[in-house]
């Protein structure tokens, strides 16, 4: 959550989806991207973006 007195142009350089997680010791922001690919033709069939907390 952003406060709300922050100027546009600053919040348009936050990113406001990702998340904290810590893994092996370090700490890492952001999200995770999954992909599927179809590995005959080399395409893209589903991808999904989730945030970057562990379960």
Do not use: E, I
């Not at 406001?16 to 991207?33: A, E, I, M, R, Y």
């Amino acid at each position: 959550m952003m406060p709300l007195n922050w100027k546009p142009h600053k919040r348009a350089q936050k990113h406001v989806d990702g998340h904290w997680t810590k893994k092996d010791g370090k700490n890492h922001f952001g999200c995770k991207l999954h992909a599927s690919v179809d590995k005959r033709y080399k395409l893209m069939r589903k991808k999904s973006r989730h945030a970057c907390l562990r379960h």
